[in-house]
Nanobody, 124 residues
Framework: QVQLVESGGGLVQPGGSLRLSCAAS????????MGWFRQAPGKEREFVAT????????SYTDSVKGRFTISRDNAKNSVYLQMNSLKSEDTAVYYC?????????????????WGQGTQVTVSS
């Protein structure tokens, strides 16, 4: 079994920054893909960013390109989401996710494990 725990959410003013972290524990294979998703009130969960196992390939949804950066530290079994120039429309619960046994990026929600989510609120 795998557990994912997110942290780093909070309240921030428009234009501000936050860094989300997600720590994975349990039976984690060496080959995996990790991602971040978000769900705003009254909306479906949507893809935000994904990163491959080695960290040299990433993909982002168009609305966060140039503002968000996904990274990972395999020694710590962790993935991060640096969010800059935050906007009110970025307000959502953010979830990290893990897909085992996959080499390529994954932008759909076909992940094996999910965290409990962390709230990000962008408001003045």
């Amino acid at each position: 079994q795998v557990q994912l725990v997110e942290s780093g959410g909070g309240l921030v003013q428009p234009g501000g920054s936050l860094r989300l972290s997600c720590a994975a524990s349990g039976s984690i294979f060496s080959i995996n893909v990790m991602g971040w998703f978000r769900q705003a009130p009254g909306k479906e969960r949507e893809f935000v960013a994904t990163i491959n196992r080695s960290g040299d390939s990433t993909s982002y949804t168009d609305s966060v390109k140039g503002r968000f950066t996904i990274s990972r530290d395999n020694a710590k079994n962790s993935v991060y989401l640096q969010m800059n120039s935050l906007k009110s429309e970025d307000t959502a619960v953010y979830y990290c996710a893990l897909k085992l046994g996959r080499l390529g990026l994954l932008t759909t929600n076909d992940y094996d494990y999910w965290g409990q989510g962390t709230q990000v609120t962008v408001s003045s």
